[in-house]
């Protein structure tokens, strides 16, 4: 047997074709294109294509696909109901979860998930649920944003795209502006996939038992809620108003490392340089900046916390995460901290979706084996004897 590895660190857990990271370098792909490249260039639609089904689209597949997304926007309203009868301080992630989880009970099918030849009726039946889930998350998200301050939501609209539609819905019927709708689509290319993290392991695990859908992205969606994996970027807000100014960073910095404290939004378990999605989230907050004429002062602070740490975590191969930056760009745009990991869950769910394929295209349950520490077999003891 392998030695014992905590956190199976470096332990192969599959064999994947989805995305690539280079830890040393800084380097991140998927299905080989960089990922720099598609921030620059692609759309969450045609990116999510690409994690899906293994290529870049052409224009026709590429409308298709689109189309068929904004069709299935809607949800159905015994959701909303759902929603209705939560209550309003239940957190966003916790909704998602729950609703994402009825989703199953509300669009029920017979089909088996396992995959067994390319085009089968399984193939068929995980590529149609994957549209739907797609669609429908921005809309959940949306939802229950307008719903927990007491407003009705507005209906999905279909002439919008994915992320202009998300932040219609999302800020009551406001028309989006061009520049936040173009830096979100990034944000959500960005997050959109990052090999076997908890996250996406969550989902093959499930997706491993020929579980449907709703039950793979709703594992998911909770095991990302934690502050260890997507649940950082709300606490990078939190720790950045604690410091309050620049000038105050350093300070604050040696206090917090001296107390072996977490600094929030730093450090990778596989980026021992700055992670690249990192610095492209902040070249847009640099870009919503100068088309606001004016520097955010938390963006100011993180600023300088990212240079002390240059020299306290930098040796250690601890750098800015992804985020770190991307907290600050979601504040700037008016999401409130509590919604970040849902534009988090937004974006990884077409990650988590090409894992679930891969995983029922060449399943094999996942079922670990452990180091036993308890006790040798004994002898059970009546309660009146213990
Ligand atoms: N702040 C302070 N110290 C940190 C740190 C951080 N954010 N991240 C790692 N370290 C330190 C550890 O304390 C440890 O120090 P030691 O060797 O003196 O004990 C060393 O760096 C190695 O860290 P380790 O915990 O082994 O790294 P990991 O790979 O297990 O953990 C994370 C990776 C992401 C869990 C960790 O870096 C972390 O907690 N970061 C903050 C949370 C975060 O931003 N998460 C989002 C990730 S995208």
């Not at 260039?41 to 689209?57: F, K, V």
């Not at 301050?149 to 999302?170: C, E, H, Q």
């Not at 349950?365 to 006790?375: A, D, E, H």
Request: charged fraction near 20%; include cysteine; proline fraction near 6%.
């Amino acid at each position: 047997m392998t030695d014992y590895q905590p956190g199976l660190e470096g332990v192969p857990a599959t064999k994947s074709n989805i995305s690539f990271l280079d830890g040393k370098q800084g380097i991140l792909t998927y299905r080989g294109y960089r990922i720099v490249d598609l921030a620059e260039n692609s759309t969450y639609e045609e990116t999510a294509y690409l994690l899906l089904d293994g290529e870049l689209p052409t224009a026709a597949q590429l409308a298709m696909f689109d189309s068929l997304v904004r069709e299935h926007r809607r949800v159905k309203y015994n959701i909303r109901d759902i929603m209705k009868s939560s209550p309003v301080t239940g957190h966003p992630m916790e909704m998602l979860q729950t609703a994402v989880a009825s989703l199953g009970m509300f669009y029920p099918n017979n089909v088996p998930v396992q995959i067994r030849s390319p085009g089968d009726e399984s193939e068929q039946y995980v590529h149609g649920q994957s549209i739907r889930i797609l669609a429908r998350m921005a809309t959940l998200v949306a939802m229950w944003q307008q719903m927990r301050i007491g407003n009705d939501p507005v209906r999905p609209r279909t002439d919008l795209s994915y992320a202009a539609n998300f932040l219609y819905m999302f800020f009551n019927g406001v028309e989006p502006d061009p520049l936040v709708a173009r830096i979100i689509d990034t944000c959500f290319i960005l997050h959109a996939e990052h090999t076997i993290n908890a996250s996406t392991f969550a989902a093959m695990v499930t997706g491993s038992t020929l579980a449907m859908p709703s039950y793979v992205i709703s594992a998911a969606i909770g095991t990302l809620a934690g502050p260890l994996h997507g649940g950082a970027n709300e606490r990078v807000i939190t720790m950045l108003q604690e410091i309050g100014k620049p000038e105050h960073a350093r300070a604050w910095l040696e206090k917090k490392l001296a107390a072996k404290e977490t600094i929030w939004g730093m450090g990778h378990r596989e980026y021992k340089v700055k992670d690249p999605r990192a610095t492209l989230l902040q070249k847009l907050m640099r870009e919503l900046a100068d088309s606001q004429g004016t520097i955010s002062p938390l963006f100011e602070t993180a600023l300088a916390l990212e240079e002390a740490c240059e020299e306290s975590l930098a040796p250690k191969g601890i750098y800015p995460n992804v985020d770190f930056y991307s907290g600050i760009l979601y504040r700037e745009i008016g999401i409130p901290p509590d919604q970040f990991t849902s534009l988090f869950a937004i974006a990884r769910t077409a990650g988590w979706l090409a894992h679930w394929r891969e995983q029922v295209s060449e399943n094999r349950i996942f079922r670990p084996t452990q180091v036993y520490t308890g006790y040798e077999p004994r002898n059970y003891m009546p309660v009146g004897e213990r």
